[in-house]
């Protein structure tokens, strides 16, 4: 009898306690509300907890994406930007002029404006809600590649810029009148390939997925890694090309992909896997934000 009492005590302790013994399932599911674009398939979707499509827009290799305070999403698409309200109805577009560009950036501005990275022109602008160019930085890359030249750029609260110049394989911060002042490359230990999706965070770190380097890095002011996730830190998922972050509060981050087995992933710091998914109807996920966060999108209070 005592044995047995013994023993159910035991299981109790180990239910309640399960980093001693039994350890969580991770969840095989959304664990959010989040907004997402699917480059191949020309979608963006605001996804519910539950995994179903709340709203679904449709337009041409959409990529950077953003939910904003009052309900509307903004996202890049092929030649342009996009705005629809919390009801779907279009209440912005403005689309480049430009005979061969590119748009796969665009960040909501404290100020209303819109920031936008144009592959063709190979500069950053900055427009407002009647669609003129309010600011124009140009941006020279080594390699002329027009469809990878730019990704997800940012324009940061003191006003320099992230400049995610992916054709080069590196990651430029200018200042507001676009001299550069510091640029992450070629870090021990990381493959720079097609670098995508950038943010700098409340620390003042950096933090960056590398696409076709399939790893998610964070450096300090002095670009030395201070965490990175790859391959063989999550053996039981299948990483393909590393796309969108976002960073929660809590400091775990959601990652998105192009390919592999999965569209989405959370993980702590120490590299646990909270939750996973994959979009039953979805074919490349690039970009994500989490709704269930509280944050500005266009004050950088929310890291993605």
Request: glycine residues 8%.
């Amino acid at each position: 009898m005592k044995l047995n009492l013994v023993c159910l005590l035991l299981m109790i302790c180990l239910i309640a306690n399960p980093e001693h013994g039994i350890a969580e399932e991770t969840i095989d599911g959304p664990k959010y509300n989040f907004v997402c674009a699917d480059f191949s398939k020309g979608e963006v979707c605001v996804v519910t907890s539950k995994g179903e499509r709340k709203h679904v827009f449709k337009t041409q290799n959409p990529n950077d994406v953003w939910s904003l305070p009052n309900g509307e999403t903004l996202f890049a698409w092929r030649q342009g930007v996009k705005v629809y309200d919390k009801s779907g109805k279009l209440v912005f577009e403005w689309k480049s002029s430009e005979k061969r560009d590119e748009i796969h950036t665009c960040q909501p501005l404290a100020d209303g404006n819109i920031l936008i990275a144009q592959n063709g022109p190979s500069r950053l602008i900055e427009i407002n809600r009647k669609g003129e160019i309010v600011k124009e930085i140009p941006v020279r890359s080594r390699n002329d590649n027009l469809h990878m030249r730019f990704r997800m750029c940012r324009k940061l609260e003191n006003g320099n810029y992230l400049c995610m110049v992916s054709c080069d394989n590196e990651i430029r911060e200018l200042d507001s009148q676009g001299k550069t002042v510091r640029v992450i490359k070629d870090l021990p230990g990381v493959r720079m390939a097609k670098a995508h999706a950038v943010m700098r965070l409340a620390n003042g770190n950096t933090l960056f997925s590398t696409g076709a380097g399939v790893t998610a890095v964070e450096v300090d002011k002095n670009d030395k890694v201070v965490w990175k996730l790859e391959r063989k830190d999550l053996p039981e998922i299948k990483m393909g090309f590393m796309t969108g972050l976002n960073r929660l509060a809590n400091g775990n981050t959601v990652i998105c992909f192009y390919q592999g087995s999965h569209h989405v992933i959370e993980v702590t710091p120490q590299k646990k896997l909270v939750w996973k998914w994959r979009l039953p109807s979805q074919r490349t996920v690039v970009s994500i934000q989490v709704l269930d966060q509280e944050g500005d999108a266009s004050k950088g209070q929310i890291f993605k």
